[in-house]
């Protein structure tokens, strides 16, 4: 197979002279050039096939102990003006980093071959869906994007009737963390990752293309590309609504995206469209429309248990590639927090020993297609995207934030998402509780300068008077003693249902000058230990501390110079004039 595009095929045999392969192979996507792909993989001990009984068509990939997570550090954005990448990410000079990039590139398929990957983000036949094509040296690459994109013969045909596409240039080279760069070139519509194997800097359709490139692209286009999960809320009489929610990481996104509604709420049902990005749209009514760029999960395995997030544990349980997870004696995958088995192995393939560390690595994976989640929407390939009722930023804050709170208006609500912060846990590297700010949860994958995002996002106020409304959630708040004060987990529904009764205009709020709180009795806790004293610490606003909190978010927000949008600066500086009034 290869292409009646001249550009694509262009570009291919120009990346084949510098790479040097030793064959290429264009991908179809088909079942049978998986099996062939997965059995040569098998045989060179790239995978491991796991316990067939309990885990049919899983396997086990364990990668260089040097290349176990993203490098945002070797992660660069490459625009011909500095500003215009940012101060939220490194630069380098297009001609320099191509020319960096590309002299260790030269010849580094010799001995292998490069497989050529057409992909679509998005659904095949969908207006808001974008096109690329991956060029790799591995095969590890290649299986895990057949599960995360729409890829092979279909997306190489509408390639071809577009004409535009991503190029994504890929090579593990020699693993060598000294010899290791993941490269955007937004003004191209271009990538290349050098020196790695991990999904994050290798599976380029993911965060490279879909956030970051995608993010620089929907600026110019006029839509959102953003780092977000997409749930459907089905009440007892049927209707749904739908939800994007962006949160950092350690906040509860993945949960939340496959949740699964609590014995109290019988006839809810709720429906999983993406657990990480989202691509908004407005069409031609001013609605604002989501698809999930994405076909897969490229989850976080430790702590996924059937009380965590019992979907997501059972979905992995067949036709899974799972990375640097343990194993047990019986051969089935393990990992921290599985609560069942005994771990036998470790991730770096030895006897495990309890000294040497865990035993899965606490970034370890897995892969798999999101039809395996039972609570798949089939509205995940609807070509138009789902109408969302309402965008919801969340964080980790163990005094400061209420567990909900409702923007005043899309601009507010653009604060409130360029606010967003969590403070960090023990699982970060560094000191415990400080304030890490992550607007909008896109800190490692904006493709391009914050402040032109948030002017971005500022804009869609001038198009549109049926924007969703947008709220802000906090699921981690503590008492005196460390302990939480809302149960999380599935009786957050009971949150969602009054974030959507105040979309469908059925509750009031009480104004704060942060935004509009719920009414203590407008969140249902029957059956909850959750007492009223408990509610309205939950539902409480310290004008002290949020006056803190504002003049934080100025100086931030400050850091971003001239180009910052006055509007944004202007909300943030009425929010703590009104915080100086209550006061």
Known sequence: MTTTLSTLQEWVDSVAQLTQPDQIHWCDGSQAENDRLVSEMCADGILSPLNDEDFPDCYLHLSDPSDVARVEHLTFVCTSAQDDAGP????????????????????????????????????????????GVEITDSAYVVANMRLMTRMGTNALQRIETEGTFVKGLHSTGDLDPDRRFIMHFPEELAIKSFGSGYGGNALLGKKCHALRIASFQARAEGWLAEHMLIVGIENPAGETNYVACAFPSACGKTNLAMLIPPESHSGWKVWTLGDDIAWLHLDSEGQLRAINPEAGYFGVVPGTNEKTNKNAYDMIHRDTIFTNVATTANNQPWWEDKKD??????????????????????????????????????????????????????????????????????????????????????????????????????KP????????????????????????????????????????????????????????????????????????????????????????DIMDALLSVNLEAWRDEMHSVGEYLDSYGERLPAALKKEQETVLEDLEKAS
């Open 341 to 442: 088995g005994e771990p036998s192995i470790d991730w770096r393939g030895n006897k495990y020993d309890a000294e040497n560390g865990p035993a899965a690595h606490p970034n370890s994976r897995f892969t798999v297609s999101a039809t395996n989640n039972a609570s798949y929407s089939s509205l995940a390939e609807a070509p138009e995207g789902v109408p969302i009722s309402a965008l919801v930023f969340g964080g980790r804050r163990k005094e400061l934030a209420p567990l909900v709170y409702e923007a005043k208006d899309w601009k507010h609500g653009v604060l409130v998402g360029a606010g967003v912060a969590s403070e960090t846990t023990a699982a970060n590297v560094g000191e415990v509780g400080v304030v890490r700010r992550d607007p909008m949860a896109m």
């Open 445 to 532: 994958f904006c493709g391009y300068n914050f402040a032109d995002y948030w002017s971005h996002w500022l804009s869609f106020a001038e198009r549109s008077d049926k924007l969703p409304r947008i709220f802000h959630v906090n699921w981690f708040r503590q008492d005196d003693s460390g302990k939480f004060l809302w149960p999380g987990f599935g009786e957050n529904l009971r949150v969602i249902r009054w974030i959507i009764d105040r979309c469908e205009g059925r509750v009031d709020a009480r104004s704060t000058p942060i935004g509009y709180l719920p009414n203590a009795s407008d969140i249902d806790t029957s059956g909850l230990d959750v007492s009223a």
């Open 88 to 131: 939220n990410n490194h630069w380098m000079e297009p001609a320099d980093a191509h020319e960096k990039i590309d002299a260790l590139f030269a010849g580094a398929m010799q001995g292998r071959t490069m497989y050529v990957i057409p992909y679509c983000m998005g659904p095949i036949d969908s207006p808001y869906a974008r096109l």
